[in-house]
């Protein structure tokens, strides 16, 4: 099993950066895909990123591709995702996500075996 714990949110101006981190425990972690997922007030949960054990890839959402970068970096058990040109539409509730290295990558939510709590992103106008 692996323990997620989301940080780094907050209010920002539309054109904005924010930084979140997810820090994992348990497992070794170079043994998970990590993702990123968002959910905003009476909306699904939806992809934003995601990132290959290794590193060497990652896949984006249309809506954040070319302002969003996912990293990792495994000697530190930590997962990143880099957000700038923030706009109004990116509120929402960003939640990491491990899964099993072995299998396919997802972007659908339900392949994801364990969850952070969520970290609040709010961009103001």
């Known amino acids: 099993q692996v323990q997620l714990v989301e940080s780094g949110g907050g209010l920002v101006q539309a054109g904005g950066s924010l930084r979140l981190s997810c820090a994992a425990s348990?497992?070794?972690?170079?043994?998970?895909?990590m993702g990123w997922f968002r959910q905003a007030p009476g909306k699904e949960r939806d992809f934003v990123a995601l990132?290959?054990?290794?590193?060497?890839?990652?896949y984006y959402a249309d809506a954040v591709k070319g302002r969003f970068t996912i990293s990792r970096d495994n000697a530190e058990n930590t997962v990143y995702l880099q957000m700038n040109s923030l706009k109004p539409e990116d509120t929402a509730v960003y939640y990491c996500?491990?899964?099993?290295?072995?299998?396919?990558?997802?972007?659908?939510?339900?392949?994801?075996?364990?969850w952070g709590q969520g970290t609040q992103v709010t961009v103001s106008s």
């Open positions: 996500a491990a899964r099993d290295a072995l299998v396919a990558h997802s972007r659908v939510p339900a392949a994801y075996d364990y």
């Open positions: 348990g497992r070794t972690f170079s043994s998970y895909t």
């Open positions: 990132i290959s054990w290794s590193g060497g890839s990652t």
